[in-house]
């Protein structure tokens, strides 16, 4: 055996040593013949790619780029989990509050730090006794008058930031989480406008709702702007925003404001003078049957009897002023709600000093009809009626919109004043021209100005109010209403969307005008003011949306045009929607349907609806909502001046409302009583051209 074992031995070292001597001699072999043998090649390269990238990624300054984006081991950058599955990563139950207070105190450091609610000290929090929290939904209701809005904000007063001071106050948020929304949670289903109101909304969050009152408590401590109207537990991932199906709005809007143009205005001689090219007087006039002569009725029996009164000197004035002649002037300011739009100086006003040219005057956007702050500047003394000191009888200018009629110089109160002379702080440059000193005639003179500018138009103003909407009006107003059900494309509806943008089309379930109107105030019903209630249902709304919907249907409505034009806005032409003001609007209530019928029903929870607290709810609309809303109309008269502002727009964007439709908005008047198209006006932007974005 060991003999056989020697043999196989020494055979093996016989192969191996014919094996070595037979590999050494092959390469000769291959360079003398100039063969190449594949394989071995392959292998050679493959080794030496194999050697190039190892020294490549040793040549690398970290872990991450050796390693890929996640990183490797030891890396301590980012990634941590990136050697480690989902499961494993959470199973080690990562503390994501710890790591937001390390965030929230990294901020404070920097000076970066935003508060959104209170901060207590640690002794309070451990004393505090722990309860556990709920996932609920909370049913609102609020008036936005004084709120920028609903959106909590850590500098601003908002619907969200009182609520959630409330929640803190009646200890259904923790002293520990009460220094963050986030928290507990917090997601709201609608955000509102800066006052805009809700008869309607929800929040959903965490609560501790273990009180019985805790309603109650919460409502205690709001003020009667803001109720909670029930909080209702909800499974736990609910989420109001996302559960919503669909929202009712409601919109308020004074009678009057469905009357036609005043004969007077450059809308209503436009209106005249293209029925006749057209060759549609005779429908036009049909179309306005049921308000004929109202304007000739209130001239003859309320306004000349008032002008009468008037010195004779200074009578054409205030009658130009109130007809828009002299339109207050509005610097260039861009709009936080229609970015894209640039609204421009106004268009019949020249400051001292300017080109008397009427092509060299600046044009007025259409846009600035669109509710946005203006900048009043000084205008020659016999052009306006405004260049004297405020008096006790001075109006206050409306920040939506520069009266007509009435232009305030901007002159600072003595009390104002004084408080910038004790202030300590730098004052700021004031870099405008002074005010022009006046002699006593004139100063008596613009007093009288004053004094008859403010009669007439509180006679116009009275003469409005007293105006009853006929049924045949109604039912117009209704025919056009009707006309948005349905899905349709509201590119013209909205800002910054084009018709091919697909997220344009929107579906309205139902949008009625109550027949029965409103009638506030005081006194006997004929000195009350006649007001309509419209109310929308649609899944969801665009940027203005609601408000450029209801735009649309007043010019249309009050300026007799045929309704088909209105289905033609929403096809592929562009046309320029002013949107009404903001006062009248407020959300109605949201709906969750599908949430009440799948999921509160397999979880037996409560359905979330409004119509529980219907008797409250109606009870807080006409005193917190209703009754401001009217009381702000009366102060400042806004649908008055939005309209008046647009019947004396002169320009071609909104003439859509005439017997010639969209085509007369491709030319507006540059003087002289001339008419270019928009494309032949020096710096036109194109907007009412009929156009889609990116046309030529």
Same mark, same amino acid.
């Given at each position: 055996?060991?003999?056989?074992?020697?043999?196989?031995?020494?055979?093996?070292?016989?192969?191996?040593?014919?094996?070595?001597?037979?590999?050494?001699?092959?390469?000769?072999?291959?360079?003398?013949?100039?063969?190449?043998?594949?394989?071995?090649?392959?292998?050679?390269?493959?080794?030496?790619?194999?050697q190039n990238r190892r020294k490549r990624k040793n040549e690398f300054p970290d872990s991450r780029q050796r390693f890929g984006s996640k990183g490797g081991r030891g890396d301590g950058k980012r990634h941590q989990k990136g050697d480690m599955g989902r499961g494993e990563y959470f199973r080690n139950e990562p503390d994501k509050r710890a790591k937001a207070d390390e965030s929230r105190q990294k901020r404070e450091l920097d000076g970066n730090a935003k508060t959104y609610g209170t901060t207590?000290?640690?002794?309070?929090?451990?004393?505090?006794?722990?309860?556990?929290?709920?996932?609920?939904?909370?049913?609102?209701?609020?008036?936005?008058?004084?709120?920028?809005?609903?959106?909590?904000?850590?500098?601003?007063?908002?619907?969200?930031?009182?609520?959630?001071?409330?929640?803190?106050?009646?200890?259904?948020?923790?002293?520990?989480?009460?220094?963050?929304?986030?928290?507990?949670?917090?997601?709201?289903?609608?955000?509102?406008?800066?006052?805009?109101?809700?008869?309607?909304?929800? $929040?959903?969050?965490? @609560?501790?709702?273990? =009180? !019985? &009152? %805790?309603?109650?408590?919460?409502?205690? +401590? /709001?003020?009667?702007?803001?109720?909670?109207?029930?909080?209702?537990?909800?499974?736990?991932?609910?989420?109001?925003?996302?559960?919503?199906?669909?929202?009712?709005?409601?919109?308020?809007?004074?009678?009057?404001?469905?009357?036609?143009?005043?004969?007077?205005?450059?809308?209503?001689?436009?209106?005249?003078?293209?029925?006749?090219?057209?060759?549609?007087?005779?429908?036009?006039?049909?179309?306005?049957?049921?308000?004929?002569?109202?304007?000739?009725?209130?001239?003859?029996?309320? $306004?000349?009897?008032? @002008?009468?009164?008037? =010195? !004779? &000197? %200074?009578?054409?004035?205030?009658?130009? +002023? /109130?007809?828009?002649?002299?339109?207050?002037?509005?610097?260039?300011?861009?709009?936080?709600?229609?970015?894209?739009?640039?609204?421009?100086?106004?268009?019949?006003?020249?400051?001292?000093?300017?080109?008397?040219?009427?092509?060299?005057?600046?044009?007025?956007?259409?846009?600035?009809?669109?509710?946005?702050?203006?900048?009043?500047?000084?205008?020659?003394?016999?052009?306006?009626?405004?260049?004297?000191?405020?008096?006790?009888?001075?109006?206050?200018?409306?920040?939506?919109?520069?009266?007509?009629?009435?232009?305030?110089?901007?002159?600072?109160?003595?009390?104002?004043?004084?408080?910038?002379?004790?202030?300590?702080?730098?004052?700021?440059?004031?870099?405008?021209?002074?005010?022009?000193?006046?002699?006593?005639?004139?100063?008596?003179?613009?007093?009288?100005?004053?004094?008859?500018?403010?009669?007439?138009?509180?006679?116009?103003?009275?003469?409005?109010?007293?105006?009853?909407?006929?049924?045949?009006?109604?039912?117009?107003?209704?025919?056009?209403?009707?006309?948005?059900?349905?899905?349709?494309?509201?590119?013209?509806?909205?800002?910054?969307?084009?018709?091919?943008?697909?997220?344009?089309?929107?579906?309205?379930?139902?949008?009625?005008?109550?027949?029965?109107?409103?009638?506030?105030?005081?006194?006997?019903?004929?000195?009350?003011?006649?007001?309509?209630?419209?109310?929308?249902?649609?899944?969801?709304?665009?940027?203005?949306?609601?408000?450029?919907?209801?735009?649309m249907v007043t010019l249309l409505v009050r300026c007799g045009s045929n309704l088909n034009t209105l289905d033609q806005a929403m096809q592929e032409d562009k046309y320029s929607i002013p949107k009404v003001p903001g006062l009248g609007l407020l959300l109605e209530r949201p709906v969750f349907d599908s949430y009440n019928n799948i999921q509160a029903v397999k979880h037996d929870r409560e359905a979330l609806r409004f119509d529980k607290y219907e008797k409250e709810l109606e009870t807080f609309?006409?005193?917190?909502?209703?009754?401001?809303?009217?009381?702000?109309?009366?102060?400042?008269?806004?649908?008055?001046?939005?309209?008046?502002?647009?019947?004396?727009?002169?320009?071609?964007?909104?003439?859509?409302?005439?017997?010639?439709?969209?085509?007369?908005?491709?030319?507006?008047?540059?003087?002289?009583?001339?008419?270019?198209?928009?494309?032949?006006?020096?710096?036109?932007?194109?907007?009412?051209?009929?156009?889609?974005?990116?046309?030529?």
């Amino acid at each position: 055996m060991e003999h056989s074992a020697a043999i196989m031995q020494d055979a093996g070292k016989t192969v191996e040593k014919a094996g070595e001597q037979s590999s050494s001699a092959a390469p000769n072999k291959n360079e003398q013949s100039g063969e190449t043998s594949k394989g071995n090649a392959y292998d050679e390269d493959r080794k030496a790619n194999e050697q190039n990238r190892r020294k490549r990624k040793n040549e690398f300054p970290d872990s991450r780029q050796r390693f890929g984006s996640k990183g490797g081991r030891g890396d301590g950058k980012r990634h941590q989990k990136g050697d480690m599955g989902r499961g494993e990563y959470f199973r080690n139950e990562p503390d994501k509050r710890a790591k937001a207070d390390e965030s929230r105190q990294k901020r404070e450091l920097d000076g970066n730090a935003k508060t959104y609610g209170t901060t207590f000290s640690k002794e309070e929090i451990d004393a505090e006794e722990r309860r556990p929290k709920r996932k609920v939904a909370v049913l609102i209701g609020y008036s936005g008058t004084g709120y920028k809005g609903m959106q909590i904000t850590p500098s601003e007063r908002t619907i969200e930031g009182d609520l959630f001071q409330a929640f803190v106050k009646a200890g259904a948020i923790s002293k520990a989480n009460a220094d963050d929304p986030k928290k507990a949670s917090l997601v709201r289903c609608a955000r509102t406008d800066k006052g805009v109101h809700a008869a309607g909304n929800m $929040i959903s969050l965490k @609560l501790i709702v273990e =009180d !019985e &009152d %805790i309603v109650q408590k919460i409502n205690e +401590a /709001l003020s009667p702007q803001i109720r909670v109207w029930g909080i209702e537990r909800t499974i736990g991932s609910f989420s109001c925003y996302q559960a919503c199906d669909s929202r009712w709005y409601e919109y308020l809007i004074p009678s009057h404001a469905f009357l036609p143009p005043h004969p007077s205005s450059w809308l209503a001689k436009k209106m005249e003078e293209l029925a006749d090219e057209a060759g549609d007087r005779d429908a036009y006039e049909s179309r306005q049957a049921e308000v004929k002569g109202f304007w000739e009725k209130v001239d003859e029996e309320q $306004i000349k009897p008032t @002008l009468e009164g008037i =010195d !004779e &000197d %200074i009578r054409w004035d205030v009658v130009k +002023a /109130l007809q828009g002649e002299d339109e207050a002037s509005a610097k260039a300011v861009k709009s936080d709600a229609d970015v894209e739009q640039t609204f421009k100086a106004g268009k019949s006003i020249r400051v001292a000093g300017e080109d008397a040219n009427p092509e060299a005057e600046k044009t007025e956007e259409a846009a600035i009809i669109i509710q946005e702050p203006a900048v009043a500047r000084s205008a020659p003394v016999e052009e306006t009626a405004a260049a004297t000191a405020p008096t006790e009888d001075t109006e206050p200018v409306v920040d939506s919109m520069v009266d007509s009629a009435v232009t305030l110089p901007d002159l600072k109160p003595a009390e104002t004043a004084v408080q910038d002379e004790q202030s300590e702080a730098p004052k700021p440059v004031d870099t405008r021209p002074p005010a022009p000193q006046l002699s006593p005639e004139d100063a008596d003179r613009q007093t009288r100005l004053r004094a008859a500018t403010k009669r007439l138009r509180n006679a116009y103003i009275t003469a409005k109010r007293r105006y009853r909407i006929p049924k045949q009006r109604v039912d117009r107003i209704q025919d056009a209403l009707s006309r948005y059900v349905g899905t349709a494309n509201y590119h013209n509806f909205t800002i910054q969307k084009t018709y091919r943008d697909p997220s344009a089309k929107r579906h309205i379930k139902s949008f009625v005008v109550n027949k029965k109107p409103i009638l506030i105030g005081e006194g006997a019903d004929e000195e009350k003011s006649e007001w309509l209630s419209m109310k929308v249902h649609g899944q969801s709304f665009m940027m203005h949306q609601i408000r450029k919907m209801i735009g649309m249907v007043t010019l249309l409505v009050r300026c007799g045009s045929n309704l088909n034009t209105l289905d033609q806005a929403m096809q592929e032409d562009k046309y320029s929607i002013p949107k009404v003001p903001g006062l009248g609007l407020l959300l109605e209530r949201p709906v969750f349907d599908s949430y009440n019928n799948i999921q509160a029903v397999k979880h037996d929870r409560e359905a979330l609806r409004f119509d529980k607290y219907e008797k409250e709810l109606e009870t807080f609309k006409q005193r917190e909502i209703y009754q401001r809303i009217f009381r702000e109309e009366e102060e400042r008269n806004e649908f008055g001046r939005f309209f008046n502002h647009v019947d004396n727009f002169k320009e071609g964007y909104f003439l859509y409302v005439t017997s010639k439709g969209l085509e007369a908005t491709k030319y507006k008047a540059v003087g002289g009583g001339k008419q270019k198209s928009l494309a032949e006006v020096e710096g036109s932007d194109g907007e009412g051209d009929g156009k889609d974005e990116g046309e030529e």
